[in-house]
């Protein structure tokens, strides 16, 4: 069956195809209680807006306790009933709902030899009519004696499965986007890994009334209801160590995640890894600046921009400078920064990669924008010129030409993954992971979720202080030449939280080679892996093989 | 013949085997006016002098003022007599010294095609006994027409037909040591190149006298006088366009030598190239603390010493920070970053490429004091353990094993160029470049020149200011991810000329990617090489290639 048209799919799944997602977007979270009451069931309602207005009061209060608050209204969302399954709805999800064995894949098209794990792909549910694709794969070493790893990408709207064929799973797509070959530092080799398309809207999953409305808390409730499902679905496994990973705006979804299993406390977790992670929003910008500058890609010129309108005259420093609420003139040197990092054609991902097909225009325009938004956030009623041509481009070059629904992809720039969608999009292949006919073509990125994303968080310390006290192992690790989210942010990030340092900050090394820098703090290894960008599991694939199994599998070993 | 032992070196060339050459060095330096009187010729002596005594007062005068009076003292040797030629002295020399003709290679061992051009290999009369080994090459499009490019590599005490054979020579090295293959790249694609081995101790260059003691201004005049020899061998060039050309410490060498030659106005000076070139130490040592920093380098717990002890406690930036003043648990502080930028492992000429055997101890440990040397010139007499720690392996490390005169070579650390060491030592290879016998087996670096070299300047801009009022052009070219030379350094001192600003910073294309950023300013073409380490020829090729035709050969197109 033919892949259904962008009209069909938004008739089928009830979205009004509005010309304005995210100003809609926009009044809601500014109205916020009103609107969401009509938006949400009641319950998520309940939850999402006593998270929200808790969570405003963050800069004003101790962050632990209103942390405390905010997660408790999750943990009882959780604990009473709002989180665990409902009956399956009709129609698609009847067809793609089923048990284990039935999700159990039987062979992989264009795998020349089986492999020797099982494996499976098929719905998790994710409570509220979300059903989230997941893809697992046992373990290569003991399956039932190794960690259950939780594996999430981020975006938001940037799927998993993308992470399973082109970082840490055990099957790689070649470049004819048919044949597959395996991974050999697949984290599989030493642990049971889930591949979750989270939050709905995202790759495969879906929302069975069409509504793929998410947001950080939204998204921390689907990922642990689906995280319970799978462990009714594989009850073999619920006493193995779990750990909870994941990349990029995965920075976000991991600790909260991690927050309400914990609280709920149900699942064994054991720890969380994140890579090159989303921690904080104002020091990842923050830090982004100083990156910039520092590897050579602005000048003299704007630094002495900066200088003057963001850090009053004085010299260029954190401590000086704030670059978001100096004015316009500020705003201009900062979006003078980010517009070189993101728009002319630099791998963002990867700072001394090429930017294949580069520069990518439209899809550039359209990431670039959502970060000039999060950034800009306060300047929204300006009457800035460039923000303005960023909204316009948003709106008009992303959503002014979508005929097809594969036009609205938001594939990440300067990152090749065509061979994958044309591998997760072949006939064969969706059969071969019991994905209904009905759904719409694989994309790397949803752009519908990306654009309707709800950012609540600001900043990850509370979930991360909240993990610490509960004794959860934490590694925090970063390829040291990404842009998007640098390894500047997050070593400011974890040295804010001001914890004790079990190990000061050295060098450590793969097959004879300084690898990065590694410090241990009581609570987080933090540890950075040179010459890396984005994705490390594919960049530094068997730097990361190290990192990875010296935390999960180390027992304390050095890296 | 057996390459001669260390002991035969000394005794033939008159050299004491004194176990302290720098501490003797440093005695010099600081009773200069007299020592200098009894190590040098006369008139060398005079200059030298007359150079150092002017150049002390460079900080509370005028820069220009002072660098016009210090180069009339090269310029006045230069034109009254001691630097022309004078006898060729006896034996090596004589066997040495030959006509152009004599000095044509006849064929090279290890290439299979002969080359489409006339190349030769001999030696130039640097007055006062000196005698410097070149290898020039022909350009492979019109000879006649063609510029004319001399290239300097630095150290002090490298060799700059290491440079030709691992950089922009037509001939590389395979793995073996034997064979030669074409690099697609090279310089005389475009040009007739030039690589001078300088000062005399260098490669195969050499001192009649065995005094291979040099420093800045004495190695200008060398190389000056070198030149003027080049165009009394080569007379068909004299009108050929002329460009000074080097990397690292070349960025003292070339636009000293530039100075004399345009003063002199004998030659046909049209511009200068320095790539990854020194231009000023302060800047220099001050620019890598930063540089390793924004790179993960070092982390918070340095940064905040740094804070403490080198900048009064404010954030750490140029403005409020003294590296080198500030006192002992400053100096500590900073040991600790260069500790880590050259002793621990990593490549400090690309940080993210391997180094090759890391770590390399001894070698590693000496350019390290090398470099610390430098740095800390100030704080000498303190009892800094750190400090004494590293001349103690200077002296015993690295002097005290050295049966053989190829163990005290200084090969740069992770670069493994043993295919050149072993194919320039082979006897059918010296023979065919016409190198007499008796000369000691080639090294990449001379320990004797680095470690007697006489560092009189710390700053190249008179020389700058003065060749832009001479209207010569100059291009400073900088791989981005060096440490040894940042280009940050060279981007601050280029900033600090306050030339005229003739196209704002924008990045430049290679093959459709960004390359690296480029400014221009009235006289100076400033330009990054993105990804790229210390020998930009050597890692990033094709990009090199383009910036050094588009300006030589470019007539004012854009990078």
Same mark, same amino acid.
């Given at each position: 069956?033919?892949?259904? !048209? ?13 010309? &304005?997602?995210?100003?809609? +977007? ?50 009882? =969302?959780?604990? /009473? ?21 039935? *999700? ?34 046992? /373990? ?15 975006? #938001? ?8 064929? /082109? ?7 070649? $470049?004819?986007?048919? !044949? ?17 398309? /989270? ?9 069975? *009334? ?90 003299? $010129? ?14 260029? &420093? ?40 580069? #520069? ?21 009623? &300006? =009457?800035? #010129? ?31 993954? !065509? ?30 979720? =990306? ?9 990850? =310390?509370?979930? %991360?202080?909240?993990? +610490? ?57 933090? +540890? ?19 990192? +990875? ?9 050095? %890296?």
């Amino acid at each position: 069956m033919e892949p259904m !048209t962008f009209e069909e799919y938004l008739h089928n799944n009830k979205i009004q195809p509005s010309g &304005t997602p995210v100003r809609a +977007i926009e009044r809601r979270v500014t109205e916020f209680p009103k609107i969401m009451l009509l938006r949400f069931r009641l319950d998520y309602a309940l939850l999402l807006c006593a998270l929200r207005l808790h969570w405003l009061s963050v800069c004003s209060a101790d962050p632990d306790d209103v942390s405390e608050e905010a997660l408790n209204v999750i943990y009882n =969302s959780a604990m /009473s009933g709002v989180i665990p399954s409902r009956a399956v709805p009709p129609e698609v999800t009847q067809k793609a709902y089923r048990t284990a064995e039935e *999700d159990r894949i039987q062979a992989l098209p264009g795998l020349d030899q089986p492999p020797n794990f099982r494996q499976y792909s098929g719905y998790l549910n994710a409570s509220d009519g979300k059903y989230l694709h997941y893809w697992f794969v046992e /373990s290569q070493r003991n399956p039932s004696r190794d960690p259950v790893i939780l594996w999430l990408n981020g975006g #938001p709207g940037c799927s998993s499965v993308d992470g399973l064929l /082109s970082e840490l799973g055990p099957f790689h797509i070649r $470049e004819d986007g048919k !044949t597959v070959f395996y991974n050999p530092w697949s984290w599989n080799k030493f642990g049971n890994v889930i591949f979750l398309e /989270s939050p709905a809207g995202v790759g495969f999953s879906y929302a069975s *009334d069409g509504n793929l409305t998410a947001g950080d808390a939204s998204t921390a409730v689907q990922n642990y209801a689906a995280l319970l499902d799978f462990f009714r679905k594989f009850p073999q496994f619920r006493k193995n160590d779990l750990y909870i990973t994941g990349e990029s705006y995965g920075g976000f979804y991991v600790p909260t995640l991690a927050s309400v299993t914990v609280a709920d406390g149900k699942l064994n977790l054991k720890g969380i890894a994140v890579g090159n992670g989303l921690s904080s929003n104002s020091l990842n910008d923050e830090s982004l600046v100083f990156f910039a500058y520092y590897h050579g890609l602005i000048g003299e $010129e704007v630094w002495s921009a900066l200088r003057t309108h963001c850090c009053r005259g004085m010299p260029v &420093t954190r401590e000086n400078c704030d670059f978001q609420r100096s004015g316009l003139l500020c705003t201009n040197a900062v979006s003078g920064v980010f517009e070189i990092v993101w728009r002319i054609g630099l791998n963002v991902y990867n700072l001394y990669a090429e930017c294949p097909g580069a #520069p990518q225009g439209n899809t550039q325009w359209a990431r670039y924008a959502t970060d000039m938004k999060h950034l800009f956030s306060h300047a929204r009623d &300006t =009457s800035m #010129p460039i923000l303005k041509r960023y909204e316009e481009d948003r709106y008009f070059k992303i959503d002014g030409d979508h005929t097809y629904f594969h036009k609205r992809e938001l594939d990440p720039p300067c990152i090749n993954d !065509t061979r994958i969608i044309k591998y997760l999009n072949d006939p064969k292949v969706r059969q071969a992971l019991h994905i209904p006919d009905r759904l719409p073509h694989w994309t790397v990125c949803s752009s519908i979720v =990306s654009e309707n994303y709800v950012r609540e968080f600001n900043d990850m =310390s509370p979930f %991360y202080r909240r993990l +610490i006290r509960s004794k959860i192992k934490i590694l925090i690790y970063n390829g040291d030449v990404d842009m998007a989210c640098s390894f500047l942010g997050d070593e400011w990030f974890v040295d804010k939280l001001n914890l004790d340092v079990e190990e000061s900050r050295r060098p450590w090394r793969s097959q004879g080679q300084i690898a990065g820098f590694v410090k241990r703090y009581n609570g987080i290894d933090l +540890i950075t892996i040179k010459g890396s960008g984005h994705m490390a599991p594919k960049d530094k694939p068997v730097e990361m093989y190290k990192v +990875i199994t010296t935390f999960i599998d180390g027992n304390g070993e050095r %890296y």
